[in-house]
Nanobody
Framework: QVQLVESGGGLVQAGGSLRLSCAAS????????MGWYRQAPGNERELVAV???????NYADSVKGRFTISRDNAKNTVYLQMNSLKPEDTAVYYCNCVAFRTYWGQGTQVTVSS
């Protein structure tokens, strides 16, 4: 079992920045990919960014150039640095990892005001 705890969400004005963190605990030795997803009201959950154990990354087109995902394997933590935020980035952001199965965090609200 893996537990994921997110932090760092909040309210920010358009153009601002936020940094999300997600700490993993439990069977961390089995974690391969870690990532962030988001879900806005009325929308399906969508991939934001993912990072592999070796550091390879993949981003949704809508966040490329604005968001950066990083991973500290020593701290079992994944980060999402979000810059140049837009109102359409408003959503609940979920941390995700793969460790023989998929695990999800509880979600953290990000609200970007115009």
């Amino acid at each position: 079992q893996v537990q994921l705890v997110e932090s760092g969400g909040g309210l920010v004005q358009a153009g601002g920045s936020l940094r999300l963190s997600c700490a993993a605990s439990g069977s961390i030795f089995s974690i391969t990919a870690m990532g962030w997803y988001r879900q806005a009201p009325g929308n399906e959950r969508e991939l934001v960014a993912v990072v592999g154990r070796g550091g390879s990354t993949n981003y949704a087109d809508s966040v490329k150039g604005r968001f950066t995902i990083s991973r500290d394997n020593a701290k079992n933590t994944v980060y999402l640095q979000m810059n140049s935020l837009k109102p359409e980035d408003t959503a609940v952001y979920y941390c995700n990892c793969v460790a023989f199965r998929t695990y999800w965090g509880q979600g953290t609200q990000v609200t970007v005001s115009s």
